[in-house]
Nanobody, 122 residues
Framework: QVQLEESGGGLVQAGGSLRLSCAAS????????VGWFRQAPGEDREFVAAMLWSGGLRTYADSAKGRFTISRDNANNTVYLQMNSLKPDDTAIYYC???????????????WGQGTQVTVSS
């Protein structure tokens, strides 16, 4: 089992920035990829970004390209999502996820965190 715990959400004005953190514990070596999803009210959960735990192979949704950056600190088993130039449409619950393959982490992760709320005011 892999446990994931997000933090760093909050309220920010449009144009501002937030950095989300995801602390991983447990059998993290069983999941090669880690990623972020988000779910806005009344919408389906959607993929945002993912990368290899070891670094590299970053992939982003079109809505995140150029504004969001996924990174990791292997020493602390923590993954980050730096979000810049935030828009009201970015308002959602953001979830950390982990999976064995890039396909799974984009579509159907093996593990999920509990989520952290991000609200962007106009």
């Amino acid at each position: 089992q892999v446990q994931l715990e997000e933090s760093g959400g909050g309220l920010v004005q449009a144009g501002g920035s937030l950095r989300l953190s995801c602390a991983a514990s447990g059998r993290t070596f069983s999941s090669n990829f880690v990623g972020w999803f988000r779910q806005a009210p009344g919408e389906d959960r959607e993929f945002v970004a993912a990368m290899l735990w070891s670094g590299g192979l970053r992939t982003y949704a079109d809505s995140a390209k150029g504004r969001f950056t996924i990174s990791r600190d292997n020493a602390n088993n923590t993954v980050y999502l730096q979000m810049n130039s935030l828009k009201p449409d970015d308002t959602a619950i953001y979830y950390c996820a982990a999976a064995r393959t890039i396909q799974l982490v984009r579509q159907s992760p093996d593990y999920w965190g509990q989520g952290t709320q991000v609200t962007v005011s106009s």
